[in-house]
């Protein structure tokens, strides 16, 4: 059976209202952000087998599920800042963060700002900390790897990977992302139905696509240029522990932008390979992913 997390909301100081999901009430503190073409519910699973443990939130960022979208984002930094006012509202201190793909940039961003109150962090499947390309494509809808695309407007346009789900988003067509996660997310294995339905239900809320995708094109906490903008190299203020989970067959976050964040970090990350498993963990081998997470917050 499943159980329900109700909804509660803060009202921000920069005029957004920010949805967030809290199980549990003791422990430590374990503050969860999802990805893109999702949401808090995404997390219902943790949430549910951890909540005897620790003290969990798990937020809906601008934008999606029932978070407000008042001003646009161009960064995932943006995101961050909402978090980070949430946290100060929350009066939350000593959190462990953990950020699922798009999430786990924001993470990065919330543990270079926050660095006396995030003390761990998780990176689950999560964008590269150089970014995401979205490559120009040919005449045929394949990807050209020497063009990336930059502007606004260009990555708006794309007709392979953003255009259709911005239709799709506008249409409330869930069978199209059932199908793109069918496809690309839940290859090895997909939640049981009910789920299913209710993270169905909670992507095509999403109102901010083309913005998340500019954003992560242009993320970039390296000191280095990612084939679109030069690198803040605010990776150094990352001063908290980072655990890498990454799946061996990811289709959506190769395993090589893994290995770039853990070279970039150097020794404050650790990273973990997970066997038979994709860009879903908390569905293809969701007893391992807690047990590592667990001990990485624990120890």
Not at 166 to 184: I, S
């Amino acid at each position: 059976m499943l159980k329900e997390f109700p909804v509660s909301y803060i009202s921000l100081t920069n005029g957004e209202k920010i949805a967030y999901r809290k199980a549990g009430h003791q422990g430590q503190t374990l503050l969860l952000i999802h990805g893109n073409m999702s949401s808090s519910v995404f997390y219902d699973t943790v949430m549910e087998t951890l909540e005897n443990e620790y003290t969990i939130y798990a937020v809906d960022m601008r934008g999606f599920g029932d978070s407000s979208y008042n001003k646009p984002i161009r960064s995932l930094r943006d995101f961050a800042e909402d978090i980070e006012l949430l946290i100060k509202e929350l009066n939350l201190q000593d959190i462990i963060v953990a950020g699922w793909s798009t999430g786990g940039g924001v993470a990065l961003e919330l543990a270079c700002d926050m660095p006396n109150c995030i003390k761990k962090v998780v990176l689950i499947e999560s964008v590269g900390i150089k970014g995401y390309p979205i490559f120009k494509k040919d005449d045929n809808g394949q990807p050209i790897m020497t063009k990336l695309l930059s502007s606004y407007e260009d990555i708006a346009n794309d007709p392979v990977q953003v255009k259709p789900a911005v239709h799709a988003l506008e249409t409330q067509n869930k069978e199209f992302f059932r199908n793109t996660y069918n496809l690309l997310i839940y290859n090895k294995k997909q939640p049981e139905p009910s789920r299913y339905d209710r993270y169905l239900n909670a992507i095509v809320k999403q109102r901010n696509l083309v913005d998340v995708d500019y954003a992560l094109a242009h993320f970039n906490m390296t000191d280095e240029y990612n084939g679109v903008c030069q690198g803040s190299n605010r990776k150094e203020g990352i001063k908290a522990p980072v655990l890498i989970i990454q799946g061996e067959d990811d289709l959506v976050v190769p395993v090589i932008f893994a290995q770039e964040t853990k070279r970039q970090l150097g020794d404050i990350a650790e990273m973990v390979l997970l066997k038979d498993s994709g860009h879903s963990p908390l569905t293809d081998q969701f007893d391992k992913f807690i047990e590592v997470m667990r001990n990485f917050i624990n120890k």
